[in-house]
């Protein structure tokens, strides 16, 4: 994949104390980067945006990103994060907002490292259930997927390039890119044996 800007790079990102689970800080450092790709593409006019008067507005969905993911860290995760009136920047532009979102994740990703395969496994309150903290970890990775994507149909409903994510997009590719649109292409035979 080839994506125009990482905020976090390989280097930044430290090793897993548990071999098995490096792909946990890899995959946190580059939904981190998706997410920044996808909020630069507003600007500051867009902000109060919003598709539908029961839709979240784009500073909104943003706001709730910043916040949600220091709940999920500190409550469920047992993460030692900032108060949560220290989240949000003290201007509301998409510069900041974005600076917020790879800040804190690079703060988180030292934390992550440390843990074992048993930190993973042990259960924590989640909500109103108990459950294994890597279960909510990726549980966390899905709910920023849903609201990153919330914001992907909003940017093609202004009219803006959307960025690529997971793969090409109408807006972005490049050589050896394969968006996969036909039943030959997804029948393709394996070529790791």
Do not use: C
């Not at 409903?157 to 997009?169: A, C, M, R």
């Amino acid at each position: 994949m080839q994506y125009e800007r990482s905020d976090i790079g390989p280097s930044e990102i430290p090793r897993a104390a548990a071999a098995a689970l490096q792909h946990v800080l890899d995959i946190y450092a580059g939904e981190t980067n998706k997410t920044a790709s996808v909020w630069r593409i507003f600007e500051g006019s867009d902000l109060t945006w919003r598709p539908h008067p029961r839709s979240s507005t784009v500073a909104e969905i943003m706001r709730h990103q910043l916040l949600s993911e220091r709940r999920f860290f500190s409550e469920f995760l047992a993460h030692p994060e900032p108060p949560a009136s220290d989240i949000l920047p003290a201007e509301e532009t998409v510069e900041a907002l974005t600076g917020r979102l790879v800040e804190f994740a690079r703060n988180r990703l030292g934390w992550l490292a440390v843990q074992t395969e048993s930190d993973w496994l042990r259960t924590a309150r989640f909500f109103d259930e108990e459950r294994e903290r890597i279960w909510i970890f990726w549980r966390r990775v899905l709910h920023s997927a849903h609201h990153r994507t919330q914001l992907t149909v909003y940017a093609r409903l202004l009219d803006k390039p959307v960025p690529p994510t997971y793969g090409p997009t109408a807006d972005v590719s490049w050589t050896g890119a394969d968006p996969t649109l036909t039943v030959e292409a997804a029948e393709r035979p394996s070529t790791n044996h």
